[in-house]
């Protein structure tokens, strides 16, 4: 997800300074789902004065030694028509699910069993209480939330079921050894061609 599209989208709402900006994202419990740092939105914010897609809406000066003023920013045309193409772009992308254990998951017959037992334990722990967290979002703020907003959060609940039934797979493997064994059975690929 690109930052440019969250900011462009929140500034078509109002205009906003970037902690403003950041204040509404967590608002939204947007940042449940979008990773964004502070740094990496001052400077797309930065980099996309420069490109014109957004300008100086209005300047207030702070109060205070060596206080820098509070810079409230607005979407310009070019700004409207980048967010329009890349609402399109974005909606036109492949999807490959990818999360953080994929890739250990590989090796994880070289691990310590206990210690992945203990880690997807919390992982599933953390993912139960996504779930929680979500459901309650939904409970509180269904009623008036933005269509799009509302299935952009219904998604991220399916998403964490999903993950919680798979996590609760592994789990299971883990609590069982299944983990640590690496099977071979006849007609599979040679050790160099496995997954």
């Given at each position: 997800?690109?930052?440019r599209?969250?900011?462009?989208?929140?500034?078509?709402?109002?205009?906003r300074?970037?902690y403003?900006?950041?204040q509404?994202?967590?608002?939204?419990?947007w940042?449940?789902?979008?990773?964004?740092?502070?740094?990496?939105?001052?400077?797309?914010?930065?980099?996309?004065?420069?490109d014109?897609?957004?300008?100086?809406?209005?300047?207030?000066?702070?109060?205070?030694?060596?206080?820098?003023?509070?810079?409230?920013?607005?979407?310009?045309?070019?700004?409207k028509?980048?967010?329009?193409q890349?609402?399109?772009?974005e909606?036109?992308?492949?999807?490959?699910?990818?999360?953080?254990?994929?890739?250990?998951?590989?090796?994880a017959?070289?691990?310590?069993?206990?210690?992945?037992?203990?880690?997807?334990a919390?992982?599933?722990?953390?993912?139960?209480?996504?779930?929680?967290r979500?459901?309650?979002?939904l409970e509180?703020?269904?009623?008036?939330?933005?269509?799009?907003?509302?299935?952009?959060?219904?998604?991220?609940?399916?998403?964490?079921?999903?993950?919680?039934?798979?996590?609760?797979?592994?789990?299971?493997?883990?609590r069982?050894?299944?983990?640590?064994?690496?099977?071979?059975?006849?007609?599979?690929?040679?050790d160099?061609?496995?997954?």
């Amino acid at each position: 997800m690109s930052i440019r599209l969250i900011i462009l989208g929140l500034l078509m709402e109002n205009n906003r300074h970037p902690y403003e900006i950041r204040q509404t994202i967590k608002a939204r419990n947007w940042h449940m789902t979008f990773r964004i740092r502070d740094g990496s939105l001052y400077y797309a914010v930065d980099q996309m004065r420069e490109d014109g897609l957004i300008e100086v809406a209005e300047t207030i000066p702070v109060q205070g030694d060596n206080r820098p003023d509070k810079i409230v920013y607005r979407i310009t045309d070019k700004g409207k028509d980048a967010l329009r193409q890349m609402v399109h772009e974005e909606f036109d992308k492949d999807f490959y699910p990818q999360h953080p254990i994929f890739a250990p998951l590989v090796f994880a017959r070289h691990a310590d069993n206990a210690e992945m037992e203990t880690l997807i334990a919390k992982r599933l722990t953390g993912c139960q209480d996504r779930i929680d967290r979500i459901n309650g979002v939904l409970e509180l703020k269904g009623g008036w939330l933005p269509h799009g907003s509302k299935r952009m959060i219904e998604g991220v609940l399916r998403f964490s079921e999903a993950e919680r039934d798979w996590l609760a797979v592994i789990l299971e493997d883990a609590r069982n050894g299944l983990l640590k064994i690496a099977e071979r059975k006849p007609g599979s690929p040679p050790d160099g061609e496995r997954c």
